[in-house]
C-alpha cells in the first residue's frame, strides 16, 4: 500500500525541519503525492519554491497525476464543481485518485479533507489515515527511527489522539 499524502502532512514535515527524514521513510514505506498537492507545497512562500522542488525530486516521494479525462480525473471534476476552491484543489485531487486506486491510503490532517474522504470512499480496505496513526506507523515499520522526529512533527498536528501520549512514553 502506498501512502498518498495531503499537503498539511508534507507541510508538517516541514515545519517540523524534518524533511531528510520523510525523503528516508519514502525509501522503506511507499509514499506519493498528486501533483496538485506538489503545486500548492511549490507556492509555499516559506518552505516552497526551487529548494522544495530539489528535495522533492530526491526525496523518493512519487508524484502522480491525474489524466485527463480518467475517472480520478472526472472525479475531480465532480469533487470542485462549484463550491472548492484552489485550497481545496490538493486534498479533493487526492481523494479522488485514491478512490480510483486502491492500492492507495490518503493521509491527512484536515477536518474538510477527512469528512471529504470518508463521505466519498466506498471501496473495501483501509483508505484513509489521520497524520498521528501515519507517523505511529512509519515509526513502527522503523522508516522513522529517532522518536524526536515524531515530536518535532505532531506539535504542527493539534490535536492528538487519546492513545499518543501513552505511546510515545514508551519509546
Known amino acids: 500500500m502506498t501512502h498518498l499524502l495531503d499537503t498539511n502532512v508534507v507541510s508538517f514535515f516541514l515545519q517540523g525541519s524534518r524533511e531528510k527524514e520523510l ?29 522544495f522542488s530539489k528535495w522533492l525530486a530526491a526525496s523518493g516521494i512519487e508524484v502522480k497525476e491525474l ?42 490532517h484536515d477536518k474538510n479533507g477527512a469528512w471529504l474522504a470518508l463521505r466519498e470512499t466506498w471501496g473495501p480496505g483501509e483508505r ?16 522513522l527511527t529517532d522518536a524526536t522526529v515524531l515530536d518535532d512533527v505532531i506539535m504542527h498536528a493539534e490535536p492528538r489522539p487519546s492513545w499518543w501520549g501513552a505511546w510515545r512514553a514508551t519509546l
Not at 522503506?28 to 503545486?39: D, K, T
Open 128 to 143: 484513509l489515515l489521520g497524520v498521528a496513526p501515519f507517523l505511529r506507523r512509519l515509526y513502527e515499520a522503523k522508516a
Open 67 to 108: 489524466l485527463v479525462g480518467s475517472p480520478a480525473a472526472n472525479t475531480l471534476a465532480q469533487l470542485t464543481s462549484g463550491t472548492a476552491t484552489a485550497k481545496d484543489l490538493g486534498e479533493r485531487a487526492s481523494v479522488a485518485l485514491s478512490l480510483h486506486e486502491a492500492g492507495l491510503i490518503f493521509v491527512t
Open 23 to 51: 525523503a528516508a521513510a519514502a525509501k522503506a514505506v511507499p509514499l506519493a503525492i498528486v501533483g496538485e498537492v506538489r503545486h500548492e507545497l511549490l507556492a509555499d512562500t516559506k518552505r516552497g519554491g526551487a529548494a
